[in-house]
Every structure is written in structure tokens, then in C-alpha cells.
């Protein structure tokens, strides 16, 4: 795994130890599904009660993109250039 995938991998285990929601048994799993280019793909399993599931969902999105910015890891934002270019007609 590459330093970064390790640190996000090490965030997420840390968020899902702490939330008291997400239940011990099973055990929740952390792990890389694919490398881009400048991606990383994880998967990220755990159990909850299906009344706590929305708000762990939420807080989960929404505590990562906080934990990745107290990091200092960047989230790419996709880019595509554009190339226009005039023809001429006679």
C-alpha cells in the first residue's frame, strides 16, 4: 500500500473504533479495492441497527472528508481539458 492509503486506511479504523453505533461483532473491515491515478478506492464494512444506520452513514461521510482535511490530504477533482479548435472554410 502506498503512505497515503496507509493514512486513510489508519483514519478510517480510528473513526469506526470510535462511533459507539457500529457494532464490535462482526468485525468492521477496512481495505483498498483498486488503485488509480490518483485514486484510492476503499471499502469500508461495518455493522449497525438499521435505526442507527442513516446517521453513522452521514457522520461517517461527512467525519472523513473532515479527518482527510486535518490530515492534509486532498481529495482530486476530476479535470478534462478542452482543445477547440476554428476551422477555416474557403
Not at 7 to 16: D, E
Not at 25 to 35: A, C, E, I, K, Y
Not at 61 to 89: F, M, N, R, W, Y
Amino acid at each position: 500500500m502506498t503512505t497515503t492509503s496507509v493514512r486513510l486506511v489508519t483514519l478510517l479504523w480510528r473513526y469506526l473504533e470510535w462511533n459507539n453505533l457500529i457494532m464490535k461483532d462482526p468485525t468492521p473491515n477496512v481495505s483498498v479495492s483498486g488503485l488509480s491515478h490518483s485514486i484510492i478506492n476503499l471499502n469500508v464494512r461495518s455493522w449497525v441497527n438499521a435505526a442507527d444506520y442513516w446517521a453513522v452513514k452521514a457522520e461517517l461521510l461527512e467525519g472523513t472528508k473532515g479527518k482527510l482535511d486535518e490530515a492534509d490530504i486532498s481529495t482530486p477533482c476530476p479535470q478534462q481539458d478542452i482543445h477547440v479548435h476554428q476551422v477555416k472554410t474557403a
